[in-house]
């Protein structure tokens, strides 16, 4: 949706001004109006995306951010001036702009997290509803330090994934170029090498000829069948049934799926003991788990448990039910709701997961080096040997005709 810059009089006869996402200028102009504001100037309609175009705004900048006013806040310097100095030190010019249009909020009268709630590209429901969370207890310096560990530790998760996807992913791209080199480009220079000789050729030699030779024809038509597959498995994924297959079988993928499977452990349960741990109630706390699950399955596992609770039954049923959540982990929430203890048990839960995560990154990068290596040798290799298979044939005839 477009965003709009706007200035407006409060009841007071305060100015306010800020930025704010609205379908049009009138539907802004309505909001505004609801909020008991006098519009006087709207500017922009720019795209939302516009605001980030000069620079991605990272999770290690939002850690950082939070730090920052977290030590400035605990200092007892005032939430505007700390936003003023956040926003001249900060480098990235979006970020730098966002931190401003929501110092220019607050100084209008807004809370912090109704103008953090602006920025949605930035601040998720999850950074909002916590920094609320923290106004409405007292503790905002306290929750902003427990936001920049809880970013850190979601950060470092999610890196540790990364690092075991790419060293296997680099390889088998690199694998792929070369056979697709040599079946384009090496292969038909032997060709005219065998005509030369003439004579039938083994098997394994004329079945590589032949696929060298469709893959240089059709070529434009394979590439573009693969392309579409892609694309459609995309669309596919955007839909609610499509998306909950691709994730069901992510979590169900023999080598991939046992880490997937620790990660999403680790996140729900550590997502949760920080937003309770916050103060944020329980059912609040599991939309919001269930909105940045990052996997439908466990999505609708924690909805379940939101429909549990809310009709007074406890968390650990439904989540026992999702085929997602080991026994063991189950168990502990059970003991953790029947002893008041929910938030330690769930902390203890996820600093397991994360050791989990550690062994299963490792294990899998010891188990996929020698299995890439041997594709690559059973490929590259077959391929090689098909290839020089009529000139061994050839030097067995001339010795036995010598």
Do not use: W
Request: glycine share 10%; with cysteine.
């Amino acid at each position: 949706m477009p965003v709009y810059k706007y200035k407006a009089v409060d009841p007071n006869g305060r100015g306010v001004q800020g930025s704010l996402e609205a379908e049009s200028e009138k539907a802004l102009i309505e909001a505004l109006r609801q909020k008991r504001l006098t519009v006087l100037s709207v500017q922009g309609g720019t795209k939302a995306k516009q605001q980030t175009k000069r620079g991605k705004i990272k999770p290690d900048d939002l850690v950082v951010f939070s730090r920052q006013l977290a030590t400035m806040v605990n200092a007892g310097l005032p939430l505007i001036q700390a936003l003023n100095v956040l926003g001249e030190q900060i480098e990235k010019p979006a970020f730098r702009g966002v931190v401003k249009e929501v110092e220019t909020d607050v100084e209008g009268g807004a809370n912090l997290s109704d103008a953090l709630a602006k920025h949605p590209r930035v601040f998720s429901n999850l950074f909002v509803n916590l920094v609320r969370a923290g106004e409405i207890s007292g503790m905002l310096d306290e929750i902003l330090g427990r936001i920049a560990t809880y970013l850190e530790e979601t950060e470092a998760l999610r890196r540790k994934v990364r690092s075991a996807m790419v060293y296997p992913t680099i390889v088998t791209a690199i694998a792929l170029c070369i056979t697709a080199f040599l079946v384009m480009f090496v292969i038909p220079k032997f060709r005219g090498i065998f005509d030369g000789l003439g004579g039938n050729l083994p098997a394994p030699t004329q079945i590589l000829l032949s696929i060298s030779d469709v893959t240089r024809r059709y070529f434009l038509v394979v590439a573009g069948v693969i392309v579409s597959i892609i694309f459609a498995l995309k669309a596919y994924g955007r839909t609610d049934k499509g998306r909950l297959k691709i994730d069901s079988l992510k979590l169900q993928a023999p080598v991939f799926g046992v880490l997937l499977r620790k990660v999403a452990i680790a996140k729900f349960t550590r997502t949760l003991a920080t937003l309770i741990r916050s103060g944020v109630p329980i059912l609040g706390a599991l939309e919001i788990v269930s909105k940045t699950a990052g996997n439908r399955v466990v999505e609708m596992a924690v909805e379940r448990v939101r429909a549990s609770v809310r009709e007074g039954e406890s968390i650990a049923g439904p989540l026992a039910q999702s085929g997602v959540f080991p026994p063991m982990v189950v168990r502990m929430i059970s003991v953790g709701e029947q002893t008041g203890s929910m938030e330690s048990m769930l902390g203890k839960i996820a600093d397991f997961y994360d050791d989990q995560v550690d062994n299963a990154v490792s294990a899998l990068t010891s188990m996929i080096e020698p299995l890439i290596i041997a594709f690559l040798g059973v490929v590259i290799g077959g391929i090689v040997v098909a290839m020089f298979l009529p000139v061994f044939k050839l030097t067995e005839v001339l010795g036995g005709g010598g």
